[in-house]
């Protein structure tokens, strides 16, 4: 099960995922790829997907509440997390996604920088995408052993660099700067 979270828009290379994905089916014929998120308006996956022959390989959940969104990254053996062109900020889901010890393939973007690549597979946004993201469907299909490795470095990684505690400590640290500084300011 391979699996991409959020809206369903082009920004999210679903085309490029699609396409790679009806490659993969070649192969391994009783994949299945999930599309858990709303439909943009402006973009017609569904068209994408009859015309790639996919009908029977792909599911669109539309929108999901929290807990069944979870229950979607947990079912899935491999998350996709694909963009461009990117709006230059961390992606939440990608850490949920991380946070479950799923192996996810991602965008080689500046964003994703701080997330090593022991812990995820960063795909380029060049002429080779789709043949990178494929070698990468293959290897995480037939590595079970790989697979589970990367993910379970993808959930150190969350544990050691994005908790909550950590995350809270930062905006508490922030916040005091700004105070202290506001203060020396006045006086």
């Known amino acids: 099960v391979i699996a991409s979270f959020g809206f ?10 699609l396409r790679t994905f ?14 858990v998120g709303k439909e943009a308006l402006f973009f017609d ?5 009859h015309e790639l022959q996919l009908d029977n390989n792909v599911i669109i959940t539309g929108y999901t509440p929290y807990n069944e969104f979870l229950e979607y990254i947990a079912l899935s053996d491999v998350c996709v997390n694909l963009r461009y062109p990117t709006v230059r900020a961390t992606s939440a889901n990608i850490l ?3 946070g479950f010890a799923k192996p996810v393939i991602t965008s080689d973007l500046c964003e994703f920088l701080d997330i090593p690549r022991k812990c995820c597979i960063k795909v380029p946004l060049n002429e080779t995408e789709e043949e990178t993201l494929l070698q990468a469907f293959h290897t995480l299909h037939d590595d079970d052993e790989q697979r589970i490795a990367l993910g379970k470095r993808a959930r150190t990684f969350v544990e050691e660099f994005h908790s909550m505690q950590q995350a809270a400590d930062k905006y508490m640290t922030f916040c005091s700067e700004i105070i202290n500084e506001n203060s020396s300011n006045q006086d």
């Open 8 to 17: 369903i828009i082009q920004d999210k290379r679903i085309r490029e995922l």
């Open 96 to 98: 949920k996604i991380m």
């Open 22 to 35: 009806s490659r993969f089916v070649k192969n391994v014929p009783d994949a299945l790829c999930l599309l």
């Open 45 to 49: 996956v569904r068209k994408i997907i």
